[in-house]
């Protein structure tokens, strides 16, 4: 069945660059998402990727995608102590519009 | 431009209660889902809505239901609340075969 996997906490320093990485299953996505939550927030979508691309980078998030392995990342360079927050992966099913499917998110801990 | 509105922002039930809560979409989308997201975890689908009609729907009871209105706004109700529907309440509109979501900041549900 579908199913989308990250790892739940991670820690980094001010200025280093982060990297959260997600699994998925359905090899029929088209689009793969990262969002955003804040504290008591909802979701910001920060960037999204076609399942036809390798990689896409927009400021200081680059998304790499393996295909091959059902494995997406996002990184973040200069990780700041504003980037903490969870961000959660999410793919869509295989036609335009259908639902999302997300990970249970990842914590991120940025320390100064 | 006004993103995706939900109201209210918090509300308390009871056990058994029914609820009513509203969705306003994104200008320019005509497509609205709505997720239920548990504490610590990812967001799960419940259903989408376009065309005043059920287009998708997740595995969710029937005590779970919505309606969509000409102008695309939205409602999920659900019945015989139970403690487990305790959960923040997301909305998300879009274009119909779109893939941009927009989230709405979501609705905290506490049954008691």
């Known amino acids: 069945g579908e199913d989308v996997e990250q790892s739940l906490f991670l820690s980094v320093r001010e200025g280093d660059s982060s990297v959260i990485n997600c699994t998925y299953t359905d090899s029929s996505s088209t689009y793969l998402y990262w969002y955003k939550q804040e504290p008591g927030a909802g979701l910001q979508l920060l960037t999204y990727?076609?399942?036809?691309?390798d990689m896409k980078q927009d400021q200081r998030l680059t998304v790499l995608l393996n295909k091959k392995d059902k494995h997406l990342s996002l990184r973040i360079a200069d990780t700041q102590t504003g980037d903490s927050a969870i961000y959660f992966c999410?793919?869509?099913?295989?036609?335009?519009?259908?639902?999302?499917?997300f990970g249970q998110g990842t914590e991120l801990s940025v320390k100064p | 431009d006004a993103g995706v509105t939900q109201s209210p922002t918090h509300l308390i039930k009871t056990r058994g209660q029914q609820v009513t809560l509203r969705c306003s979409p994104k200008s320019g989308h005509d497509t609205v889902s709505w997720y239920q997201q548990a504490l610590g975890q990812g967001p799960q689908f419940i259903f989408q809505y376009y065309e005043e009609e059920e287009r998708q729907r997740g595995n969710f009871p029937d005590r779970f239901s919505g309606h969509q209105f000409p102008n695309y706004s939205s409602e999920l109700n659900v019945n015989a609340l139970l403690l487990g529907d305790s959960a923040l309440y997301l909305c998300?509109?879009?274009?119909?075969?779109?893939?941009?979501?927009?989230f709405g900041s979501g609705t905290r549900l506490t049954v008691v």
């Open positions: 990727i076609f399942s036809n691309m």
């Open positions: 998300a509109s879009s274009r119909w075969r779109g893939y941009g979501y927009t």
């Open positions: 999410a793919e869509s099913e295989h036609n335009q519009g259908g639902k999302l499917i």
